[in-house]
């Protein structure tokens, strides 16, 4: 059972897996970040739109 752990390569916990915060420090950073998820929801909207 170790060997098949060692291919498996780096064992973590649910803890240390976690992705974290979403920093966003500077006011560039939070527009980029806005527009970004609106350009996502727009793009939804016209795929939909667009495609029958």
Do not use: H, N, Y
């Not at 916990?13 to 006011?27: C, F, V």
């Amino acid at each position: 059972m170790s060997k098949d752990r060692d291919r498996e390569g780096r064992v973590f916990s649910g803890r240390d897996a976690r992705q974290g915060e979403i920093i966003l420090r500077t006011r560039a950073r939070r527009i980029i970040f806005i527009a970004g998820l609106v350009g996502i929801v727009l793009l939804a909207l016209v795929l939909s739109i667009a495609l029958p």
